[in-house]
């Protein structure tokens, strides 16, 4: 049986959207997608939180910096408070349960910000001397580079401590969550890895693995690590 992993997409008043590469990346590493949406109840979450064995939160638009009491900056983009809601109840679950799970560009600051970490609402505004984050090349194609801790589970999955990564943010964690560390960052500073302090399977990642998988063996470890440790901690469980 293949573990069941939940993935989040985009939705708003009228439809839901997902890019159809994190679907590709889960089933091709052994995972079983599900989408996940929209649900209202605690009852519908605590129920879906039992049927999945790990979580995906996916790119989407801005967080609302409410929920890391901060006014709105000028630079803040679009933002959905029903996603929000949804995300981040979900993402408290999943880490009560100690189920994996991945994050994925605003999927990793949601995974922060749940856990009572705090974002940059925009980093070419709040930070001098960025990289350019937001690139025009192709979306599997590496912009720039992420250095990664020695000690981490990044590095255990993609073996080296410099990776070269796609990059579609203009925001980023600011304070890590106290859960969390931080196990990469960008030659100007910009944290683009958080992960468990403890023996969960907790990452997030600021790059897009999900449109590179295809092209490089080191992204599609990344599903392929989260797919297994969906397995391994179901039938430990
Ligand atoms: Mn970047």
Same mark, same amino acid.
């Given at each position: 049986m293949?573990p069941i992993v939940g993935?989040?997409? =985009?939705?708003?008043?009228? =439809? ?13 590493? $052994? $995972?079983l997608?599900i989408?996940v949406?929209?649900l209202?109840t605690p009852e519908s979450l605590s129920q879906l939180s039992e049927l999945l064995d790990g979580i995906?939160?996916?790119? /989407? ?15 803040? /983009? ?11 109840s979900l993402?408290r679950i999943f880490y009560e349960k100690n189920k994996p799970i +991945?994050?994925?560009?605003? $999927? ?7 856990? $009572? ?37 990044? +590095? ?63 992204? @599609?470890?990344?599903?392929?690590? @989260?797919?297994?440790?969906c397995?391994?901690r179901r039938k430990r469980g």
């Amino acid at each position: 049986m293949r573990p069941i992993v939940g993935i989040t997409c =985009s939705m708003d008043e009228e =439809s839901i959207r997902l890019n159809t590469s994190y679907f590709r990346a889960i089933e091709e590493a $052994g $995972g079983l997608p599900i989408l996940v949406a929209i649900l209202q109840t605690p009852e519908s979450l605590s129920q879906l939180s039992e049927l999945l064995d790990g979580i995906l939160f996916s790119g /989407g638009v801005d967080i609302d910096p409410k929920h890391y009491n901060e006014e709105p900056l000028p630079n803040l /983009g679009q933002i959905t408070p029903d996603r929000d809601e949804l995300e981040i109840s979900l993402c408290r679950i999943f880490y009560e349960k100690n189920k994996p799970i +991945f994050g994925i560009c605003r $999927g990793a600051q949601l995974i922060n910000v749940a856990l $009572g970490g705090t974002l940059y609402q925009d980093i070419k505004t709040q930070l001098s001397n960025v990289l350019k984050h937001q690139q025009d090349a192709p979306a599997h194609a590496p912009t720039h580079k992420v250095f990664i801790e020695k000690d981490s589970i990044l +590095f255990s999955i993609v073996r080296t401590e410099i990776l070269p990564v796609n990059s579609f943010h203009h925001q980023a964690v600011k304070d890590v969550a106290p859960v969390l560390k931080i196990t990469a960052r960008a030659s100007d500073g910009v944290i683009e890895a958080v992960e468990s302090n403890d023996d969960r399977f907790i990452l997030g990642v600021q790059w897009h693995p999900e449109r590179m998988f295809n092209h490089y063996r080191e992204h @599609f470890d990344l599903f392929r690590r @989260f797919v297994e440790e969906c397995a391994r901690r179901r039938k430990r469980g």
